[in-house]
């Protein structure tokens, strides 16, 4: 059975600082491309930062400078860390697993609430 289970969501006022963690099954992680998107009220889900399976990353202009993706392979964990909050970051984030290799999987988890506000 494989998990992908996010953490680190809450509350936090603007300008905070926040880092979501998502851990995947260790039988998939070292081969799936890692990312983190975001759903907000009335809105589309939204990529926010990607990491392939061989480290290259991918940010979505709004939260470039502000966020910062990882991985520990190690861990089967990848980091999102969120600086400099606003409001528009409010959102609930989900972790992707997608496969990276000719066998396909798309592995969603289920989800983290952000809230930026004062």
């Known amino acids: 059975q494989v998990q992908v289970v996010e953490s680190g969501g809450g509350l936090v006022q603007p300008g905070g600082s926040l880092r979501l963690s998502c851990a995947a099954s260790?039988?998939?992680?070292?081969?799936?491309?890692m990312g983190w998107y975001r759903q907000a009220p009335g809105k589309q889900r939204e990529l926010v930062a990607s990491?392939?399976?061989?480290?290259?990353?991918d940010y979505a202009d709004s939260v470039k400078g502000r966020f910062t993706l990882s991985r520990d392979n190690v861990k089967n964990t990848v980091y999102l860390q969120m600086n400099g909050l606003k409001p528009e970051d409010t959102a609930v984030y989900y972790c992707?697993?997608?496969?990276?290799?000719?066998?396909?999987?798309?592995?969603w988890g289920q989800g983290t609430q952000v809230t930026v506000s004062t």
């Open positions: 992707n697993a997608r496969s990276a290799t000719v066998r396909p999987w798309n592995y």
């Open positions: 260790g039988s998939i992680f070292s081969l799936s491309n």
């Open positions: 990491i392939t399976n061989i480290g290259s990353l």
